[in-house]
């Protein structure tokens, strides 16, 4: 196990194993999240208090859940690559980060878009909100750091220390919920008693969650292998395999 | 693990450790300033300033909303164990009504009936279609709005 796991650092390992994982993950990302999108937007029912308002849920959240995930994924990389100088680990750490934003800043806008009708107001400075437009400050400074330092393995040991230094912003934005009285509702589904969500439109949702997750992960397989090849460039198995991808 | 990957995992540890210690203390510093409203009970027992702009949060008293002339509109505030009566003048959320949570901006008077500026809705974490709402009201169980513990 422990030498299987070794084997995927070496970065040519990684850009043909990575290759082949490619087609499947992306397969995996528009068919889960196509399912889960025609599901939750034209068969799941209408809120009973929102009416169809609610159905931006199925945007909202998974990018919300995944604005966390990714940081997590990205922390834990940053870890490795900090403690073990892991290079495949700084590159994942480097390319996630982008991803992370975006799906950070999805959720910040889908959000606003359903708070205006909803709560009255586009933004609140409540402890959910400013936590979570905190991990968009996060993953920006992140890519800043990145790409001030042209040296690419010192880029990546700066960035981790700030990538690990954010992670306290993480449990904060579950919890702030509960911690602090805020406009934004507690969680309907992350919770220990039953979801406080109705089963019929509650499938859709974890189908698009499972869908953004492909698509995290095929996004920064590629990502990473575009990243690999610079790094990598005038090695050998480079040349080789662009050799084959050319005729 | 050798001695040196020991000693930067230990690094790494000793940030992630003292940024959570450091948000800790300046969360219980700000305690009051990270709570978005005042609750009913709290303004009942004096925690909430008179005259300075606040904000206060509960559920819709049933039936004592007031349509006024224009835009006006009296109600009360209530998180199940004592009410704030409310005056407001302008646009209602959506989702504003009765046994509805919501979250007044505005400020005391002396015989503790707050003025506001602004009405939010404060949404809970139920989801449902209305046939299982109507089922749940025909038990008696609704409605689920719980936004005050």
Do not use: C
């Not at chain 1, 994924?73 to 690559?81: D, G, H, K, T, W």
């Not at chain 2, 009504?97 to 979250?103: A, D, L």
């Amino acid at each position: 196990m422990n030498k299987w796991l070794h084997s995927w650092a070496a970065p040519m390992v990684f850009y043909d194993r990575a290759g082949r994982l490619l087609l499947p993950l992306w397969m995996l990302a528009v068919v889960l999240t196509g399912i889960g999108v025609v599901w939750g937007l034209f068969l799941a029912p209408a809120d009973y208090l929102q009416g169809d308002a609610f159905r931006i849920i199925y945007v909202h959240v998974p990018s919300a859940w995944m604005a966390m995930f990714v940081y997590m994924f990205m922390a834990s990389a940053a870890l490795v690559a900090l403690v073990w100088r892991v290079k495949l680990a700084e590159v994942l750490a480097r390319e996630s980060a982008p991803i992370g934003a975006v799906f950070t800043a999805l959720a910040l806008a889908t959000g606003s878009l359903w708070g205006k009708p909803m709560w009255g107001t586009w933004w609140v400075w409540d402890a959910r909100l400013t936590s979570v437009l905190l991990l968009l400050f996060l993953y920006l400074g992140f890519i800043g750091l990145q790409s001030a330092i042209d040296d690419r393995r010192l880029a990546a040991r700066a960035g981790a220390v700030l990538a690990l230094v954010g992670v306290v912003n993480i449990p904060i934005i579950h919890y702030s919920v509960v911690w602090w009285n805020t406009l934004h509702q507690g969680a309907s589904v992350s919770r220990l008693d039953a979801p406080a969500i109705d089963p019929s439109m509650l499938w859709p949702l974890l189908l698009v969650a499972a869908g953004f997750t492909s698509y995290f992960g095929a996004l920064l397989l590629l990502r990473a292998r575009l990243e690999i090849l610079a790094r990598e460039a005038g090695r050998r198995w480079v040349a080789e395999r662009l050799q084959v991808a050319e005729q | 693990m050798t001695p040196t990957r020991r000693r930067r995992l230990l690094g790494a540890l000793v940030i992630v450790l003292g940024v959570a210690i450091a948000a800790a203390l300046i969360s219980m510093a700000f305690r009051e300033n990270l709570t978005f409203f005042f609750t009913p009970s709290q303004v009942a027992a004096g925690e909430a300033p008179v005259g300075q702009p606040l904000r206060l949060g509960g559920l819709v008293v049933p039936g004592s909303i007031e349509r006024g002339e224009g835009l006006g509109v009296r109600f009360a505030v209530t998180d199940t164990a004592t009410e704030v009566p409310v005056y407001y003048e302008g646009v209602l959320p959506d989702l504003f009504g009765e046994n509805q949570g919501v979250v007044v901006r505005g400020s005391l008077d002396a015989s503790g009936r707050l003025t506001a500026s602004q009405v939010l809705a404060k949404h809970d974490e139920n989801y449902m279609p209305p046939e299982v709402a109507d089922a749940l009201r025909a038990q008696g169980a609704m409605p689920p709005h719980e936004m005050v513990r």
